[in-house]
């Protein structure tokens, strides 16, 4: 049996697995009308993919380029089925093309009170971000620039060299000003952010 999505139910699970790079959790599918033993149907006719408990994949979507992460967000989802895992440091680093670096780990940022304990090679970091703080991609959330830039400043793992990089591309890049940068770094009191401003402002002049 080959998956349709002719039926109204149905192209209401494929466009939430579209936006989600291609999952869509038990309860979710439930919300749609989709219960236990219709999603046992669906799984055994290969119309949907069963890939970790409460968690399903349309087959025929293409894997997502950053599959890993949308599959990270969905891991960290809450009793309530949110996702409590925001894509940050490094790896945000390099998915907004501010390192030429191969960000190697998954660096997420959880809430303070987030207790499961993470796969070898995801490091969690715990933080509190603002709604302006990240912003939204293909089943996935990802700190913005400058919040990225404030999170790698303040990590040993971001040597002064590349971040001054990132610094000077973010700017070329005009993903922010040089002087809501400087705010930003001066009110989170990042002094090494701070330094390496300067220091860009200095070779500009």
Same mark, same amino acid.
């Given at each position: 049996?080959?998956?349709?999505?002719?039926?109204?139910?149905?192209?209401?699970?494929?466009?939430?697995?579209?936006?989600?790079?291609?999952?869509?959790?038990?309860?979710?599918?439930?919300?749609?009308?989709?219960?236990?033993?219709?999603?046992?149907?669906?799984?055994?006719?290969?119309?949907?993919?069963?890939?970790?408990?409460?968690?399903?994949?349309?087959?025929?979507?293409?894997?997502?380029?950053?599959?890993?992460?949308?599959?990270? %967000?969905?891991?960290?989802?809450? @009793?309530?089925?949110? !996702?409590?895992?925001? #894509?940050? =440091? /490094?790896?945000? &680093?390099?998915?907004?093309?501010?390192?030429?670096?191969?960000?190697?780990?998954?660096?997420? %940022?959880?809430?303070?009170?987030? @207790?499961?304990?993470? !796969?070898?090679?995801? #490091?969690? =970091? /715990?933080?509190? &971000?603002?709604?302006?703080?990240?912003?939204?991609?293909?089943?996935?959330?990802?700190?913005?620039?400058?919040?990225?830039?404030?999170?790698?400043?303040?990590?040993?793992?971001?040597?002064?060299?590349?971040?001054?990089?990132?610094?000077?591309?973010?700017?070329?890049?005009?993903?922010?000003?040089?002087?809501?940068?400087?705010?930003?770094?001066?009110?989170?009191?990042?002094?090494?952010?701070?330094?390496?401003?300067?220091?860009?402002?200095?070779?500009?002049?």
């Amino acid at each position: 049996m080959t998956y349709q999505s002719g039926k109204p139910i149905q192209r209401e699970i494929s466009a939430l697995a579209a936006q989600q790079g291609g999952y869509f959790t038990a309860k979710q599918a439930k919300a749609l009308g989709y219960e236990r033993r219709r999603l046992a149907y669906h799984v055994d006719a290969g119309n949907f993919e069963r890939v970790d408990h409460g968690l399903y994949r349309l087959p025929v979507l293409p894997i997502s380029e950053h599959d890993d992460l949308v599959r990270a %967000t969905f891991w960290s989802r809450n @009793r309530a089925d949110a !996702p409590r895992a925001t #894509v940050s =440091h /490094r790896t945000a &680093l390099a998915l907004h093309g501010l390192s030429d670096l191969f960000a190697g780990a998954i660096h997420l %940022t959880v809430p303070p009170g987030f @207790r499961k304990r993470p !796969p070898s090679g995801w #490091v969690l =970091h /715990r933080a509190t &971000l603002d709604p302006g703080e990240r912003e939204e991609r293909e089943g996935f959330w990802v700190t913005t620039p400058v919040r990225t830039l404030l999170d790698v400043s303040r990590s040993d793992d971001v040597g002064d060299d590349e971040l001054g990089k990132a610094v000077q591309d973010v700017l070329d890049q005009g993903l922010v000003s040089r002087k809501r940068l400087a705010q930003a770094a001066s009110k989170a009191s990042t002094e090494r952010l701070c330094r390496i401003l300067e220091q860009e402002l200095k070779r500009g002049t």
